[in-house]
């Protein structure tokens, strides 16, 4: 039976399959020519290289990715266009016939997550340029894809080109300068972070302005030639900044790894505009004992051994409670502001623009916070703010109180924003800087779950309500979601708790029975089938220090098999 089972075409297939995904996400090593390295000390016409220029670069180019948020000025036009309008004589408007053009939203935003978690092995493997390059011209294809079906009438072809085309591009173009970032900024990655991911948030603002005049200037088919060709050509641009640090890179006393080097704060510093200033981090510096013995765990780890840790997977399950809520409420902020609390459309127009300012906000501080703070410490402060709200904004809205509800809501939206800024860095931290382009990928997958499953379960709800009697003026409408929201943040809160960023966290064995470990005040705590057993420091120094002789007996005697080995050959 064995030998049948290996013999047979379709158990050959799936074995080849298997090997592929895993050699696919096993190695992110990127392999350049001493020739590539020298060119990349320059960017055009021998201007010298300067990390800082990734700053701006970045920025431009995300506010560009950003253009999907704007996405909903292009419902009505594109609707309208292809279905034909109908006329209210009650408000004397006009509307569309059929409502198909946000479905292309959705696509695009499952597209993004899964283009980013299927492409971020390979932009490791050839850099943030071309994968940049590539990302971009993908979704310049999207755009006169799109054109084309609107042009034809043919709404398939839109959801194709923009929806799966416009998505996947995206997706590769978004985390392309994020992974670049953290390479070349050890010293400040919750900044570097932050900032490239702020550009995304300002695109949805700066961007949602365009298209209408261009709609009206050059037509709605056309709009998307003009604009695409634009996008393409600036992105373009930017991506010939985009690159990783050379071998060796070192700065403030630091290298790419974020280990401590000796002599890294002159040399490799100066030739990048910096100057000797170390930027501390409570989570990832260790004690000077432990520094000693290891180095952070997730400096060397196969991607595959990142993907499947555990660790990893709580950090997904904690974005995702961290998403639902940005994703879902906010998404509906215009219409609670008109039904709830009776405001007109240019004042709900004004709150969601001051709503985009807070996401953006909130990408860059929280990420620059955590710098000091800690990511886990500032991802505490986040989902706990956000459990708080939502537990408080049925009330709110049940007795409009309008200053409060934009109070809780703008604070809801730079803690949603807080997330994207916070996580790259995150990630990094924890699993290193190699990995960094495909774990942030994968992550975003969570955004797009509940971005696509959540919208859909809000809206199956909502309308369900609607068709029992209830009306858009009736807050319960809105209520009966927040709760099962608010249960997603909670469940996001708590896998927080058991994200182990410590060294002594990640490498303790576990103790007979033990499933899961947290700390409580500093202290660790283990949880299992005794219950739980809270550590004194004594009692947690005394099993690392006895866990690290234990390391290095076994160290000692596989490097005495090795010589043993090496003289008898």
Known sequence: ????????????????????????????????????????????????????????????????????????????????????????????????LVHNAPITFYIAVGCFGISAAVNGPWLERNGPRLAAILGATVFFLGNMIAAIGIYAKIMALLYFGYGVLGGAGLGLCYISPVSALQKWFPDRRGLAAGFAVCGFGAGSIILAKVPQPLIAEVGLPMTFVVLGCCYFAAMLVCAMVFRVPPPGFQ?????????????????????????????????????????????????????????FSSEYRIMYIMFFGNSVAGLVVLSRLANITKDIFNKDEATSATIVAI????????????????????????????????????????????KQVYWAFLLVIWVLTACYGGGFGCIPAFLCDMFGPSNIGALHGIILTAW??????????????????????????????????????????????LFLLFVGTHIHDRLLPKANGEFARMRVFGRLVRIGAFGFQWLTKEQEEAEWAAFVEKRRQQDLLARRGANVYDGSG
Not at 65 to 82: E, K
Not at 465 to 478: C, K, M, N, P, Q
């Open 448 to 493: 797009s779950l509940a971005g696509v499953g959540g919208g859909l379960l809000f809206t199956g709800i909502y309308n369900h309500l609607l068709e029992s009697g209830y009306t858009i003026r009736d807050a319960f409408v809105y209520s009966v979601n927040l709760h099962w929201i608010l249960a997603v943040a909670c469940v996001g809160f």
């Open 1 to 96: 039976m064995a030998t049948q089972a290996s013999t047979n075409p379709e158990s050959m297939s799936n074995n080849a399959l298997v090997r592929a995904i895993h050699k696919h996400y096993s190695d992110t090593t990127y392999h350049r020519s001493s020739r590539t390295i020298e060119s990349e000390k320059t960017i055009l016409c021998g201007i010298p290289f300067n990390r800082w220029v990734m700053f701006p670069t970045a920025f431009i180019f995300q506010a560009i990715c950003g253009s999907l948020y704007a996405w909903s000025v292009f419902n009505d036009p594109i609707d309208g266009y292809i279905y034909g309008l109908s006329h209210n004589a009650a408000t004397s408007q006009y509307a569309p």
């Open 355 to 398: 709503n985009g300012g807070f996401n953006l906000g909130g990408r860059l501080f929280f990420s620059t916070m955590s710098d000091r703070l800690g990511r886990k410490n500032s991802f505490f402060v986040m989902l706990l703010a956000q459990v708080i709200i939502l537990a408080a904004l049925p009330t709110i809205l049940e």
């Open 251 to 307: 700065v403030n006393g630091m290298d790419m790894y974020r280990n401590k080097v000796e002599g890294g704060d002159s040399l490799t510093a100066a030739a990048h505009g910096d100057k000797a200033e170390v930027i501390p981090d409570v989570e990832a510096h260790l004690d000077e004992k432990a520094v000693q013995d290891f180095r952070d765990p997730g400096v060397n780890m196969a991607l595959s051994s990142a993907i």
